[in-house]
């Protein structure tokens, strides 16, 4: 599975973004694609997640209420709007796929296989 991902830029407190992952190869049957986020001096931290069988979604404590991830089964691409963006919000963008492999943990950063290249989100006060 490779992933691609986009809509990154530089906007202000307040205002959103969605970000796109688009993914090829071996995209039949998977199991679960991510989100996370890695911000300067700071690990990688979980975002959100779907499961592409039962469309349920997760998220982290910082971003619930203000981002929704969601999963297009026929472009391959799962996106993520981020709403009420605000300056913690700052960092790399990483979107994740576990491919058929079940994950158990889906905050778990080693459960997935798969990662793309990173796209910056940087939000000014």
């Known amino acids: 599975v490779q992933l691609q991902a986009s809509g990154g830029g530089l906007v202000r407190a307040g205002d959103s973004l969605r970000l796109s992952c688009a993914a090829s190869g071996r995209t039949f049957s998977r199991d679960t694609t991510g989100w996370f986020r890695q911000a300067p001096g700071k690990e990688r931290e979980f975002v959100a997640g779907?499961?592409?069988?039962?469309?349920?979604?997760f998220y982290g404590d910082l971003v619930k209420g203000r981002f929704t991830i969601s999963g297009d089964n026929a472009k391959n691409t799962v996106y993520l709007q981020m709403n009420s963006l605000k300056p913690g919000d700052t960092a790399v963008y990483y979107c994740?796929?576990?491919?058929?492999?079940?994950?158990?943990?889906?905050?778990?950063?080693?459960?997935?296989?798969?990662w793309g290249q990173g796209t910056e989100v940087t939000v000014s006060s």
């Open positions: 779907i499961r592409w069988r039962s469309g349920s979604t």
């Open positions: 994740a796929d576990a491919g058929r492999n079940p994950v158990y943990v889906i905050y778990d950063a080693r459960a997935y296989a798969y």
